[in-house]
């Protein structure tokens, strides 16, 4: 099998390197974005184009099937991220020596920088600059250097949202002409469900009839403190019950403290990490999605939401009017009453709710994780050309 693998390299008009060792070993909150990004990218990837062949490297995550991949797997403990940088910086062009490669594609913010060979990366968001207090002195001076270098030593880089093409040409100062934009997509999984069987989901997992759900991780940028108090002015709130989905990630605890505070304990369910394979069974029970985050580099959970058929109420800011267009409420992220009033307006009109069931599973359909590996397979020969 490895003979045939080299052969396609060997036989392909271009060969491209790969580095996706950001794919996850393990389901967790930490292996969502970016894990599900680089997974369903790389399942459509070998199909663009027949005359790419690829060497991808990874840790111990899951990669989908292909003959086209010479797949190599690091020995080092990837998800400890100072083994992984080891690995970017260090190892990986001691391994781009062996591979030969036309094209290195950093598939998650940095490249190896001592590679002068062509080169795309990806870059997610700019959360570590935005919001630089989420992580440790170290990580925060590595992420900020490595990713402004490599968007600058890189032909081409890749965004995810017209909003991250441009927060990353003002803030990395990178030319807008250099800056691709492949969005994310959504799975066939993710549509509306026989009613039978979501009634037996809720039942099953004791969930109200009626609910707002927020799939995402409980972290201050998600912005849950005005959702929470916008949802404690909710009149019907007896009835609607508000369902937080996701794992606990900084500073989840004063999260938990402002649910006490506010007296809304009975009212909100703390539902923890769900796995990618129950998402769309949440989706459907639910009678609202609420995404408040007052930043995001693409916000999947949204445009999951819209492709189950539940009308989704979002933040007016960063990327996420992107994904909705003028099919869902756009809110703007800190206005505590401007959220009270459209969960008001969504849980008391049905005929509202119905509208944008509709429009919202019809926009969701112009999403799909084929045009996101066409549109990076389009960025690889623009680096090729250069």
Request: hydrophobic content about 45%; some cysteine; proline content about 6%.
């Amino acid at each position: 099998m490895l003979l045939f693998c080299y052969n396609v390299v060997m036989s392909a008009r271009a060969h491209i390197a790969l580095n996706a060792h950001l794919l996850s070993g393990t389901a967790s909150y930490r292996s969502a974005g970016i894990h599900r990004y680089l997974y369903h990218t790389l399942a459509f990837l070998p199909d663009i184009d027949p005359d790419l062949a690829y060497t991808l490297f990874v840790g111990r995550g899951e990669i989908p099937a292909s003959q086209k991949w010479v797949v190599r797997r690091s020995r080092l403990l990837n998800e400890n991220p100072m083994w992984r940088i080891v690995w970017e910086q260090i190892v990986a062009p001691l391994e781009l020596v062996r591979a030969q490669p036309d094209l290195v594609h950093g598939m998650a913010f940095a490249i190896p920088l001592l590679w002068r060979k062509p080169c795309v990366v990806t870059i997610f968001d700019l959360s570590f600059l935005r919001y630089p207090e989420r992580l440790s002195a170290g990580r925060r001076l590595y992420l900020s250097t490595i990713t402004r270098l490599s968007a600058r030593q890189a032909r081409r880089v890749i965004a995810i949202s017209e909003s991250g093409r441009a927060e990353i040409g003002a803030l990395l100062n990178i030319s807008d002409k250099k800056i691709d934009v492949a969005m994310p997509g959504v799975m066939p999984d993710f549509k509306r469900l026989p009613a039978k069987q979501v009634a037996a989901f809720r039942q099953g997992h004791r969930l109200p009839d009626r609910f707002a759900l927020y799939v995402g991780t409980i972290e201050p940028r998600k912005n849950l403190d005005t959702l929470l108090r916008a949802y404690r002015q909710l009149p019907v709130r007896q009835d609607v019950k508000l369902v937080l989905a996701g794992g606990k990630g900084w500073q989840s605890e004063q999260l938990e403290a402002l649910i006490e505070e506010l007296d809304l304990a009975q009212d909100v369910i703390m539902a923890g990490y769900i796995d990618n394979c129950d998402l769309p069974l949440w989706y459907n029970a639910a009678e609202v999605f609420v995404y408040p985050s007052v930043y995001e580099g693409f916000g999947i959970p949204v445009l999951e939401a819209m492709a189950c058929g539940l009308p989704v109420v979002v933040s007016d800011s960063s990327s996420l009017p992107e994904i909705t267009g003028l099919h869902g409420l756009l809110v703007p992220p800190t206005e505590v009453e401007a959220w009270s009033d459209a969960l008001a307006r969504i849980v008391t009109e049905p005929d509202l709710r119905a509208e944008l069931s509709t429009k919202g599973q019809e926009r969701a359909q112009h999403f799909t994780w084929q045009n996101t590996a066409q549109k990076t397979v389009e960025a690889y020969h623009k680096a090729l050309d250069d």
